[in-house]
């Protein structure tokens, strides 16, 4: 005879144990990174839904079905008779969902991965992409300056790892204040722009331009990758283009330090672009040359006003 007060406590006992699912999902991606936090929610649904079929084909039938005393047996789909084991006043149904709703969450566990992959991202690591969701999102990360890169198994010389290509122009008058400025383009991964970025704040550049751009080299990116469970080929990889007007700060300076922070001996660190300026305008003050890229307060402001370009 099943107890009605019974079988309700056990029910009450599975969801309040069910909702443990969604406290583990908040603490995983309360511990990991922001551009992770999708890809961990969706692998702490999948760990249920496919742990609960699982469950009951295997797992309930292996605790409970036959009479073994260290393993059960096989009873896919629990069809057999637990009259046995089942406690006073619950009918079987109800000791199915507590025992299924808390042997899978107990055997939830949290990010498995390396230190590498978190900064990097697991959506570009695992599909090739830098979100696995529709948009482009500006992805990058604050890769600590002590971060020792993985050693690589194809080194190649950091004069072809980073190549640098200085583009001709026109010849042209002299520049506005008689100085001469030159832009540079940095082309790099994205896990690398925040370090990019610190190195170039600590030879005096104080403003630059970033931006998200898709492209390949002649390895033409990557060709294997899943996008919503569809298998891709992702020739085209997300990038950051950093561009830099410099005036005081020598550009071999700007050039050697990129090359220093973003080589790791593997096709693919990035490529720099020098290019000769004509004439730099401040909108606010009229400035024009030299003057423009100064700062008001101090002299050694040497680049662009630094602006978040966000393209889709």
């Given at each position: 005879?099943?107890?009605?007060?019974?079988?309700?406590?056990?029910?009450?006992g599975?969801?309040?144990?069910?909702?443990?699912?969604?406290?583990?999902?908040?603490?995983e991606?309360?511990?990991?990174?922001?551009?992770?936090?999708?890809?961990?929610?969706?692998?702490?649904?999948?760990?249920?839904?496919?742990?609960?079929?699982?469950?009951?084909?295997?797992?309930?039938?292996l605790m409970?079905?036959?009479?073994?005393?260290?393993?059960?047996?096989l009873?896919?789909?629990v069809?057999?008779?637990?009259?046995?084991?089942?406690p006073?006043?619950?009918?079987?149904?109800?000791?199915?969902?507590?025992?299924?709703?808390?042997?899978?969450?107990?055997?939830?566990?949290g990010?498995?991965?390396?230190q590498?992959?978190?900064?990097?991202?697991?959506?570009?690591?695992?599909?090739?992409?830098?979100?696995?969701?529709?948009g482009?999102?500006?992805v990058?990360d604050?890769?600590?300056?002590?971060l020792?890169?993985p050693?690589?198994p194809?080194?190649?010389?950091?004069?072809?790892?980073?190549p640098?290509?200085?583009?001709?122009?026109?010849p042209?008058?002299?520049?506005?204040?008689g100085v001469?400025m030159?832009?540079?383009?940095i082309?790099?991964?994205?896990?690398?722009f925040?370090?990019l970025?610190?190195?170039?704040?600590n030879?005096?550049?104080?403003?630059?331009?970033?931006?998200?751009?898709m492209?390949?080299?002649e390895?033409?990116?990557?060709?294997?990758?899943?996008?919503?469970?569809?298998k891709?080929e992702?020739?085209?990889?997300?990038?950051i283009?950093?561009?830099?007007?410099?005036?005081?700060?020598?550009?071999s300076?700007?050039?050697?330090?990129a090359?220093?922070?973003l080589?790791?001996?593997?096709y693919?660190?990035?490529?720099?672009?020098?290019?000769?300026?004509?004439?730099?305008?401040?909108?606010?003050?009229?400035?024009?040359?030299?003057?423009?890229?100064?700062?008001?307060?101090?002299?050694?402001?040497?680049?662009?006003?630094?602006?978040?370009?966000?393209?889709?």
């Amino acid at each position: 005879m099943y107890s009605s007060v019974n079988t309700i406590w056990v029910l009450l006992g599975a969801a309040l144990v069910f909702l443990m699912q969604a406290g583990f999902a908040m603490c995983e991606a309360g511990f990991t990174r922001a551009k992770n936090t999708g890809n961990i929610l969706m692998k702490n649904l999948m760990d249920f839904c496919i742990g609960t079929p699982t469950y009951w084909i295997l797992g309930f039938g292996l605790m409970f079905a036959g009479s073994g005393a260290i393993i059960g047996g096989l009873d896919p789909f629990v069809r057999g008779n637990y009259s046995a084991v089942l406690p006073a006043g619950v009918p079987l149904f109800a000791y199915l969902i507590f025992q299924t709703v808390f042997q899978v969450i107990k055997h939830i566990i949290g990010l498995r991965v390396s230190q590498e992959e978190e900064l990097k991202g697991l959506d570009i690591t695992e599909h090739g992409l830098p979100s696995a969701y529709g948009g482009f999102a500006f992805v990058y990360d604050d890769t600590p300056d002590g971060l020792p890169v993985p050693a690589t198994p194809k080194a190649v010389p950091v004069r072809e790892a980073v190549p640098v290509e200085a583009v001709p122009s026109a010849p042209a008058e002299v520049p506005q204040g008689g100085v001469k400025m030159t832009r540079v383009d940095i082309l790099c991964k994205m896990e690398r722009f925040d370090a990019l970025k610190r190195a170039m704040f600590n030879i005096g550049i104080t403003g630059m331009t970033a931006i998200n751009v898709m492209g390949c080299g002649e390895q033409r990116g990557k060709t294997e990758g899943y996008f919503r469970g569809a298998k891709v080929e992702a020739t085209m990889l997300p990038s950051i283009q950093v561009s830099i007007v410099v005036s005081k700060v020598p550009v071999s300076l700007v050039v050697d330090t990129a090359r220093q922070v973003l080589y790791t001996g593997a096709y693919g660190d990035g490529k720099i672009f020098v290019y000769n300026v004509e004439n730099v305008v401040k909108v606010r003050t009229g400035e024009q040359g030299y003057e423009a890229l100064q700062d008001e307060e101090s002299a050694t402001h040497s680049g662009t006003d630094f602006r978040n370009a966000m393209t889709n």
